[in-house]
């Protein structure tokens, strides 16, 4: 009687599933790395330039009046060129605080609120909001990142009513 040496055909067959089964897993955890990559060096670089873009414009506009605070816009060359930046400045709105300041009790002192309404009449006098904006080439679309900053008029006079200017107490 002979002795069989070898596999069989349903042997192989089950090996070759086996391997093909664990080179499919293998190779869906490395793309999925690979787009985790991609996205992490993607979210870096716009960090990275929401911070060059903001530090420049704020530097640009130190100390100097509100109303000089204007729209840009540009790109960062030839280097970088699916990356492109805008900057928006608006008014900054105070929200009304007196609904939270009056509490549940409700009891108004005109006074009082009419103080609130002078400081935040000053406040959105006093503040302009800037927002910076990177839009990314990502095939057809462009994807934005935004971060936004306060540009503060230190100067600007707080007027009270009675009180002298500047809102300070007696000298």
Do not use: C, H
């Amino acid at each position: 009687m002979k002795v069989k040496r070898g596999f069989t055909l349903l042997e192989v067959l089950i090996a070759m599933v086996i391997l093909v089964g664990g080179i499919v897993v293998v190779t869906t955890a490395w793309s999925g790395n690979l787009l985790r990559m991609r996205k992490a060096t993607l979210y870096n670089n716009v960090a990275l330039l929401l911070e060059r873009k903001l530090v420049e414009i704020e530097t640009e506009y130190k100390d100097k009046p509100l109303n000089e605070v204007v729209d840009k816009e540009g790109d960062f060359g030839s280097d970088l060129p699916q990356y492109r930046w805008t900057f928006e400045v608006k008014d900054f709105e105070m929200p009304d605080l007196t609904p939270i300041i009056l509490g549940k009790d409700g009891q108004k002192d005109e006074m009082f609120l009419s103080m609130i309404k002078q400081v935040q009449e000053y406040i959105s006098k006093a503040i302009k909001e800037g927002t910076v904006t990177i839009f990314v080439k990502s095939g057809k679309n462009e994807v934005p990142f935004s971060v936004s900053t306060y540009f503060v008029d230190y100067t600007q006079d707080l007027n009270l009513g009675g009180l002298p200017a500047g809102g300070g107490g007696s000298k």
